[in-house]
T-cell receptor
Framework: DGGITQSPKYLFRKEGQNVTLSCEQN?????MYWYRQDPGQGLRLIYY???????QKGDIAEGYSVSREKKESFPLTVTSAQKNPTAFYLC?????????????FGSGTRLTVV | KQEVTQIPAALSVPEGENLVLNCSFT??????LQWFRQDPGKGLTSLLL?????REQTSGRLNASLDKSSGRSTLYIAASQPGDSATYLC????????????FGKGTKLSVIP
């Protein structure tokens, strides 16, 4: 079955450490997105990518970085510059921006600072 | 800037009851509206997608309507079941040239056996 796989499910980060969250899709979708979810705040867009080797900042990109070297993969790195990284991170994909097919989401990664 | 509001924030109903969840948005120039379900600690599952040219979509016991002119959508759940307990999120795709999905904060539904 086609879908989006996020790993790991749970991740713990020490102060000053960079960590990378994985997102892989086999839907042949061009567009991929990273969202952060905090209690009571809804989902906020971190980064998005429309095609390979291209990505754009979303509303809360500071302290995060991404790459899009393959169509299937869109990893998110949470750097030490992100002061409050504890949150639930969701990756999504879409056939293409403006494609009007809707978003498909992964199962999420919960990141906790220890 | 698009704003999406979902009311109520939480809802508790007895099993078997029909119910309506509401979503309102401020900018009517949308591409589509999508309803999602989220179980605790899980990702989002797409329930229904309504394109801007459509008025409603149906899937099983779920029916979603869209009224662009008034900036409203409703999700109707028929004959609710305890397994329907989850948070329901409404998301609106907006923005010519700067396409973005804006989410509401969700309605947490509890169906009591």
């Amino acid at each position: 079955d086609g879908g989006i796989t996020q790993s790991p499910k749970y991740l713990f980060r020490k102060e000053g450490q960079n960590v990378t969250l994985s997102c892989e899709q086999n839907l042949n979708h061009d567009a991929m997105y990273w969202y952060r979810q905090d209690p009571g705040q809804g989902l906020r867009l971190i980064y998005y990518s429309q095609i390979v080797n291209d990505f754009q900042k979303g509303d809360i990109a500071e302290g995060y970085s991404v790459s899009r070297e393959k169509k299937e993969s869109f990893p998110l790195t949470v750097t030490s510059a992100q002061k409050n990284p504890t949150a639930f991170y969701l990756c999504a994909s879409e056939k293409g921006r403006y494609s009007n097919y809707g978003y498909t989401f992964g199962s999420g990664t919960r990141l906790t600072v220890v | 800037k698009q704003e999406v509001t979902q009311i109520p924030a939480a809802l508790s109903v007895p099993e078997g009851e029909n119910l309506v969840l509401n979503c309102s948005f401020t900018d009517s120039a949308i591409y589509n509206l999508q309803w999602f379900r989220q179980d605790p600690g899980k990702g989002l599952t797409s329930l229904l997608l309504i394109q801007s040219s459509q008025r409603e979509q149906t899937s099983g016991r779920l029916n979603a309507s869209l009224d662009k002119s008034s900036g409203r959508s409703t999700l109707y759940i028929a004959a609710s079941q305890p397994g329907d307990s989850a948070t329901y999120l409404c998301a609106v795709a907006t923005g010519a040239g700067s396409y973005q999905l804006t989410f509401g904060k969700g309605t947490k539904l509890s169906v009591i056996p």
